[in-house]
């Protein structure tokens, strides 16, 4: 089996099958994509009320440009300005290929794209396909990749970077079926594996996404933002947002004891008056991230509250069948902007599953279709991460600090403290079309294969030596998951990061002794568990570095101490900085560097025309 490749492609998400087709589409043939499940991954299988695509305004008489969406994605704080102009630049190219491949995004009757305004958003400049826009991406793009002969090889699980003089040379494969390890080589590698889903333990990525962020920290890649991420509300089982009319349609919030009894309705204890408390569970339908700037005084209390709760041992539902606190509920106690849209969306129903169902009843068939009756049942729910804006550090054409390896959508830290919703979408497509460039313009070869014992012997070392008579595999990842949630999620406590980093540490030295499978058919997981610990060591030291240096609550983190939270929100000078953290020779090094400006806009056309038919990008 040909193991040789001048490009391969590790993940079959959006953001790698973007890639792909732009290769393809450029003459480059000689590639494959391994992956370890073709239909595992964030893309193909999350969604959420209305998944987001954000790119530039393609309809009506609002005006827009390149430029002015590129400063909308800098100006979220810790983003470097050749990134955002180059997901902005590029965005309605990516865009309109995903239409020409059969995405059906709503266009009104002349032909315009039309949009809406997501959070952070100062256009309309975000459209949506659906709940599952993504997934619908996904499929369009492998349906092209397939039609063009690109070869795809499931049942390969990348585990560890080769690396020869900071430059990428391959990569080792887990054969998940016959359960050995095979090498690969190749000219250009293109990481797509998505975020580290399994650092925590309460997330809305769905369960069969994982990441593979570790193994390029090990190849020695620098992370960057790595304290960066997105939390909201998510239902636990199954794991999917609960924003949009989930909560336009004012379900009650309600906690239980950890057997589900001992029910009382708390949220109200938060807020000065019921229409308080209605305006903000409104205004969590598109402010769904969990948000400093409104944790103490918007709609992010509601976050904080169940948050609270679940830190106290109990369990938080939605409940649909009955109005919150329904003794004093009516209508008329809405704030306005609740008002109008209930009155305009002709939602002054009796109950939230009325509401709910006049206003997107596809929001119940997806419950229905998974288990839950949410005219019947409670929805449980957690304050879950969702997205990580930080990742490695990529330059402006997504090359990582190690040449040659590319590494694009989730996995890239192009996000910096705030983004656009539905930004992520588009920073795939981008990010596997301008890797994609920078590799068409390298002359296509047979790779060169290198001395790989050395890699094998380590593994199978580890593998070994984890093999034993009894399994403790699953207990410890969902304890340690749990304590991250704990500690350094959403709510991070300031004095445990430290501890807690010194255990990961710990525990990834020792990892062979104390963690134990009993078959070679769980090595899959063993690895994943292994490179999560190391992405879990990579955030942790982030965070500490952070705190070392006086950093304070920012985007989607609240630090508190001893239990009591720091309500200096959104102040933090360092925005116009970046974080970086590396790890070389079993050291971990960290520190800022300032980011780097929007370039300017002083091109002459024919010398960018010159230079274009040169190759020069």
């Known amino acids: 089996m040909k193991n040789c490749f001048d490009t391969i492609i590790i993940g079959m998400g959006a953001a790698g099958l973007k890639c792909a087709d732009e290769l393809a589409r450029m003459g480059r043939r000689d590639m494959v994509i391994l992956t370890d499940d073709r239909l595992d991954g ?14 530039l305004t393609l309809s009506g008489d609002e005006g827009d440009s ?5 400063e909308t994605l800098f100006d979220g704080g810790c983003v470097d300005g050749p990134n955002a102009l180059s997901e902005a630049a590029l965005s309605a190219k990516c865009f309109l290929r995903l239409c020409d491949l059969g995405v059906e995004f709503p266009m009104n009757q002349y032909g315009e794209y039309i949009g809406y305004k997501t959070d952070h958003d100062p256009r309309r400049r975000a459209t949506s396909a659906g709940p599952l826009t993504s997934k619908r991406m996904t499929e369009a793009l492998e349906k092209s990749v397939e039609d063009q002969g690109v070869e795809i090889r499931s049942g390969m699980m990348a585990v560890r970077i080769l690396v020869k003089d900071n430059t990428a040379k391959g990569v080792i494969c887990l054969d998940t079926a016959k359960n050995t390890l095979i090498p690969y080589f190749c000219n250009h590698l293109v990481w797509a594996t998505g975020g580290p889903s399994d650092v925590y333990e309460h997330v809305s990525y769905p369960t069969r996404h994982h990441g593979m962020s570790g193994a390029m920290f090990l190849s020695g890649a620098a992370g960057v933002n790595l304290t960066e991420w997105q939390n909201g509300l998510g239902s636990v089982s199954p794991r999917w947002n609960v924003s949009g009319t989930y909560m336009q349609a004012l379900p009650r919030f309600v906690s239980t004891d950890k057997d589900g009894n001992d029910e009382r309705e708390f949220l109200l ?3 000065k008056d019921l229409g308080e408390m209605l305006l903000s569970v409104f205004l969590k339908g ?3 991230p969990f948000d400093v700037r409104k944790a103490f005084n918007g709609s992010s209390r509601v976050d904080l509250l169940v948050q609270k709760e679940i ?11 009955k109005n919150p606190v329904s003794d004093q509920f009516n209508f008329d106690c809405l704030p306005k902007e609740a008002f109008s849209y209930l009155e305009n969306a002709g939602a002054f129903l009796e109950t939230p599953i009325e509401r709910l169902a006049h206003m997107n009843q596809p929001a ?21 991460a969702q997205h990580m804006n930080g990742g490695v550090l990529v330059d402006q054409w997504w090359e990582s600090t190690i040449k040659n390896l590319y590494v694009i959508g989730e996995a890239a830290g192009t996000h910096g403290v705030y983004r656009p919703g539905g930004s992520a979408l588009n920073a795939g497509q981008v990010g596997g079309a301008r890797a994609a460039r920078k590799i068409s313009r390298s002359k296509e070869c047979k790779a060169t294969q290198i001395d790989t014992s050395d890699s094998l012997n380590a593994l199978w070392d580890l593998i070994n030596a984890c093999l034993s008579d009894f399994d403790n595999l699953d207990e410890r990842k969902t304890e340690e998951a749990l304590e991250m949630s704990r500690i350094a999620a959403a709510i991070r406590e300031k004095t445990e990061i430290s501890p807690f980093l010194e255990r990961t540490k710990a525990l990834i030295a020792s990892f062979s002794n104390e963690i134990k499978i009993k078959s070679k058919s769980r090595l899959k997981e063993l690895f994943r568990f292994y490179d999560t610990l190391v992405s879990r060591m990579m955030i942790l030291a982030a965070m500490e570095d952070y705190i070392r240096n006086g950093g304070v609550n920012r985007g989607s983190g609240l630090y508190t101490e001893n239990g009591v939270p ?9 925005k116009n900085k970046i974080q970086i953290v590396s790890f070389k020779n079993g050291n971990i090094s960290a520190g800022t560097r300032d980011v780097l400006p929007i370039p300017s806009d002083d091109d002459f056309f024919e010398n960018v025309w010159r230079d274009f038919r040169e190759n020069k990008w």
């Not at 964030?42 to 959420?48: C, E």
């Not at 390149?66 to 590129?70: H, I, L, P, S, T």
């Not at 720091?566 to 360092?574: L, T």
């Open 286 to 288: 598109y402010q769904w």
């Open 566 to 574: 720091d309500k200096n929100a959104d102040v933090d000078p360092g």
């Open 364 to 384: 119940i068939d997806f419950y229905l279709d998974n288990g839950v009756d949410l005219h019947k049942d409670m929805l449980e729910i957690a304050l879950c």
């Open 66 to 70: 390149v430029r002015e969406m590129a």
């Open 42 to 55: 964030t893309s193909r299988n999350a969604g959420s009320d209305k998944q987001t695509y954000y790119k």
């Open 269 to 271: 204890e938060g807020f």
């Open 311 to 321: 830190r106290n041992g109990r369990r938080v539902f939605l409940d649909f069948r």
